[in-house]
């Protein structure tokens, strides 16, 4: 069975520090563009983050750039994203999808797309005092 399960999620004051796992079984995630995703309540979706099969290159929404990193393990068959700085509007459900697409970006059109092959079932990020 192919499938995302997302880890890592819980509750931190601003200013603190998270990091997802987004770990993939049934696939290898080398070749599939990764993206982080999220949505808080009464929100849409958002792109947070992606980064490419093709040569690993990443980019970042700009409500995160400086602050988030993602990156991948390919032994351990698992995408990271480490949240720094955090702040209550980061506060979200968390989402990580993979595109077969080996040159994806995430991006189409000039914003992150949604159309991914697999999602996991996310995980909460709770950012509160």
């Known amino acids: 069975q192919l499938q995302l399960v997302e880890s890592g999620g819980g509750f931190v004051q601003p200013g603190g520090s998270l990091r997802l796992s987004c770990a993939a079984s049934?696939?290898?995630?080398?070749?599939?563009?990764i993206g982080w995703f999220r949505q808080a309540p009464g929100k849409e979706r958002e792109g947070v983050s992606c980064?490419?099969?093709?040569?690993?290159?990443?980019n970042y929404a700009d409500s995160v750039k400086g602050r988030f990193t993602i990156s991948r393990d390919n032994a351990k068959n698992t995408v990271y994203l480490q949240m720094n700085s955090l702040k209550p509007e980061d506060t979200a459900v968390y989402y990580c999808?993979?595109?077969?697409?080996?040159?994806?970006?995430?991006?189409?059109?000039?914003?992150?797309?949604?159309?991914?092959?697999?999602w996991g079932k996310g995980t909460l990020v709770t950012v509160s005092s």
């Open positions: 999808a993979a595109d077969s697409d080996f040159y994806s970006d995430c991006i189409k059109g000039g914003s992150y797309y949604y159309g991914m092959d697999y």
């Open positions: 049934g696939f290898t995630l080398d070749y599939y563009a």
């Open positions: 980064i490419s099969g093709s040569d690993g290159s990443t």
